[in-house]
């Protein structure tokens, strides 16, 4: 596709759940990176892969927040135990090598832990 | 006419006017940085960047200026449209972490 595709666009999930989000990144585009975007607030970085590997993981909340990229392009993000205050935008972008690479977002999953 | 300051949660224009958005960031070690523009529903999308060896870039009716002595970015738009309203988000990149540092977002509303 031209750009970032996110699924799904919405998800609700119950309180305890398991969730796994999507990313398609660009082709070629070897930066991933996952945001979270609560509302009236801005993206809050998460994880950032180059290839593979990931990076920087600093922004993961807890250790109910995993990422994985295992043929380096597609990435899953998945959540566990969700809580109510997980809900949110998530977001993902991704960006060609290089420190001045424009980073291009997809639409976002909203998700909702009710 | 203009409307420049601090930076504001929201800014209300006229359509035609000049706009500021004015952003001040954290890290005086980033050496890049980023304006995107965020419409209600979709991702941020990249508007114009400029690197900390420049105080100044300009682009098709936006120009960005930076001053890295108080660290403070601004984005300026002319003849604003009202397909200009949207929230506009700052953003830092430095050393060789890819991560972007979001600053916090202005509405920008343009009034026909």
């Known amino acids: 596709g031209a750009g970032v595709s996110q699924t799904p666009s919405n998800k609700v999930t119950e309180k305890g759940k398991y969730v796994e989000l999507r990313c398609d990144p660009i082709?070629?585009?070897?930066?991933l990176y996952w945001y979270r975007q609560s509302l009236g607030q801005g993206p809050e970085f998460l994880i950032y892969?180059?290839?593979?590997?990931?990076?920087?993981d600093s922004g993961l909340p807890n250790d109910r927040f995993f990422a994985v990229r295992p043929e380096g392009s597609v990435s899953t993000l998945k959540i566990q135990r969700t809580e109510r205050g997980d809900s949110a935008v998530y977001l993902c972008?991704?960006?060609?090598?290089?420190?001045?690479?424009?980073?291009?977002f997809g639409q976002g999953t909203r998700l909702t832990v009710v | 006419g203009e409307s420049v300051g601090l930076h504001l949660p929201t800014l209300s224009v006229q359509e035609g006017d000049n706009s500021i958005i004015n952003c001040a960031y954290s890290?005086?070690?980033?050496?890049?940085f980023i304006w995107y523009k965020q419409e209600s529903g979709k991702g941020p999308q990249f508007i114009i960047d400029?690197?900390?060896?420049?105080d100044k870039r300009q682009g098709q009716r936006v120009t960005v200026l930076l001053n890295k002595t108080v660290k403070h970015l601004s984005l300026q738009i002319a003849a604003t449209q009202p397909g200009d309203s949207a929230v506009y988000f700052c953003?830092?990149?430095?050393?060789?972490?890819?991560?972007?540092?979001f600053g916090q977002g202005t509405t920008l509303q343009v009034k026909p």
């Open positions: 082709s070629g585009h070897t930066a």
């Open positions: 972008a991704s960006s060609s090598p290089g420190q001045g690479s424009e980073a291009f």
């Open positions: 890290n005086s070690a980033s050496d890049y």
């Open positions: 953003a830092e990149k430095g050393g060789n972490t890819g991560k972007l540092i």
């Open positions: 400029i690197r900390s060896n420049m």
């Open positions: 892969f180059q290839g593979t590997g990931a990076a920087d």
